[in-house]
Nanobody, 122 residues
């Protein structure tokens, strides 16, 4: 089992920045690709970003490319999502996830966190 706990969400004005963190415990963190998803009110959960086990490869949804950056620190068992130039449409609950492959993460994840709320005001 892998336990994932997100933090760093909050309220920010449009154009601002936030950094989300996800602390993992349980099995060896570096054995898993990590990622972020989000779910806005009334919408389905959608893929945001993923990072490979070593951190050498990243994937992004087109909607966040160039604004969001995913990174990980395997020594701290933590994955991050730096969000810049935030827009009201980025408002959602953001979830951390773990999977065996970053390339297919948008289709299948093995573990999920509880989520953290991000609200962007206009």
């Amino acid at each position: 089992q892998v336990q994932l706990v997100e933090s760093g969400g909050g309220l920010v004005q449009a154009g601002g920045s936030l950094r989300l963190s996800c602390a993992a415990s349980g099995r060896t963190f570096s054995n898993y690709a990590m990622g972020w998803f989000r779910q806005a009110p009334g919408k389905e959960r959608e893929f945001v970003a993923a990072i490979s086990r070593s951190g050498g490869t990243t994937y992004y949804a087109d909607s966040v490319k160039g604004r969001f950056t995913i990174s990980r620190d395997n020594a701290k068992n933590t994955v991050y999502l730096q969000m810049n130039s935030l827009k009201p449409e980025d408002t959602a609950i953001y979830y951390c996830a773990a999977a065996m492959s970053a390339a297919t993460m948008r289709y299948r994840c093995d573990y999920w966190g509880q989520g953290t709320q991000v609200t962007v005001s206009s």
